[in-house]
């Protein structure tokens, strides 16, 4: 069973930093993409970034390109999202999600596996 957990939320002022984390185990997590989703209370969940396999692609949303960085480290089944200069409207759980081919993809349905979430909170 694939299980992805999340780690590294908490609460920051605004133009703040913060690096989440996300522990993969139980399929190998190097063959396939990985993505980082979010969502604001009384909003859908939105797309945030995706990177493929190896590390060498990345895909961010508008919103938080330029400030949001994704990386992987296989050796470690671990993906991390470098969160730089955040704002209010960043303020949301944030999942990461486990997807089904090598390259990533922002369509939800793509990704069959997610992890329980951490909040992230950004004050003005």
């Known amino acids: 069973q694939v299980q992805l957990v999340e780690s590294g939320g908490g609460l920051v002022q605004t133009g703040g930093s913060l690096r989440l984390s996300c522990a993969a185990s139980?399929?190998?997590?190097?063959?396939?993409?990985m993505g980082w989703f979010r969502q604001a209370p009384g909003k859908e969940r939105e797309f945030v970034t995706t990177?493929?396999?190896?590390?060498?692609?990345?895909y961010y949303a508008d919103s938080v390109k330029g400030r949001f960085t994704i990386s992987r480290d296989n050796a470690k089944n671990t993906v991390y999202l470098q969160m730089n200069s955040l704002k209010p409207e960043d303020t949301a759980i944030y999942y990461c999600?486990?997807?089904?081919?090598?390259?990533?993809?922002?369509?939800?349905?793509?990704?069959?596996?997610w992890g329980q979430g951490t909040q992230v909170t950004v004050s003005s």
């Open positions: 139980g399929r190998t997590f190097s063959r396939y993409a």
């Open positions: 999600a486990g997807g089904s081919m090598r390259y990533g993809s922002s369509d939800p349905n793509y990704y069959y596996y």
């Open positions: 990177i493929n396999y190896s590390g060498e692609n990345t």
